[in-house]
């Protein structure tokens, strides 16, 4: 269903004969969209995206046309895509999450205007000057996911208290936040009396292999780190989570529908809104460096009942009371 659904919502560029594709491009300004997502998981935050891009006058296949390129997870393609978006010479590369790809087509172009939405510090990462003042020719939205990190671990250790030791889950194909929310997680760790044990998992097979060396070495709970990645393997973390009983806390809000027991963050797909206005605005001459990176202050709690009566863990009164969002 969600990929029948997808095909319909995409329609577009996505569906026409090359031929057609390749006049329309003639006539009209093309984005490069550059997702680590899947077509299917990428319903809701594509739909935000083009809600902005129409709040500035932009419609695809009418005034603009939208070249896809999607990682599915797999970062080796990474180099192959962005070389071909800068080849073909879209007019804004749009970058919906992945802070590695924006560092890819920054690497690949300092022309070509590119809008983003990461996790991660834009400035630590060395893709803006200031948040303010980015320069040069890169914008966006950051999450603050990396930034939040401890406090995942916080809220974690509050739902199990007698964990003293936990794991954390990290990609190493996307090395840059991996490493910055590790640093951010150890800190939290240190300050909480408890052990961090940080495995990596880049494919389905390490993801299975993750949770045999965690339950191995007894890991009381699992933090996964906000890379994008983990949302398309979400059913696997979920089904292996209750397979060992291990209490897991995952980086986006939308893992909480699909069975996740503890979700905090920002709304991913809101987040796309602001990437389709900026977007817009750009093509219609405004520049990158003008356009200052928007920060998400709105954080989220959400809690999976059903998921932690399965586990048989119960969560404490003051944590729930502090919920936003509640699944029964």
Known sequence: MRRRK????????????FAAFAQQQQSMPAIGYLSART???SVEVLANFRRGLA??????????????????GHNDRLQEMVADLVRRRVAVIAIPNNTGSVLAAKA???????????GSDPVAMGLVATLSHPGKNVTGVTMQQTAVTGKRLELLHELVP??????????????GLAEAEAKEAQQAARALGVDLLVL????????????AALVQQQAGALLINSDVFYVSRTDQLVALAARHAVPTSYGFLEQGADGGLMCYGADLAATQHT??????RILKGEKPADLPVEQVTKLQLVLNMKTAKALGLTVPLSLL???DKVIE
């Open 6 to 17: 997808f095909i319909g919502l995409v329609g577009g560029a996505a569906a026409w004969p």
């Open 200 to 211: 990596k998992a880049s494919n389905s097979n390490e993801i299975d292999a993750t949770f």
């Open 108 to 118: 690949a172009t300092q022309t070509i205007p590119i809008v983003f939405n990461i």
């Open 55 to 72: 709040e500035t006058g932009f419609v695809e296949g009418r005034n603009v046309a939208i070249e896809y390129r999607w990682l599915e």
């Open 275 to 280: 990437v389709g206005v900026y977007t817009g």
């Open 321 to 323: 009371g502090r919920a």
């Open 39 to 41: 077509p299917e998981d």
């Open 162 to 175: 007698t964990a003293s030791s936990i794991a954390m889950l990290v990609n190493p194909g996307n090395p």
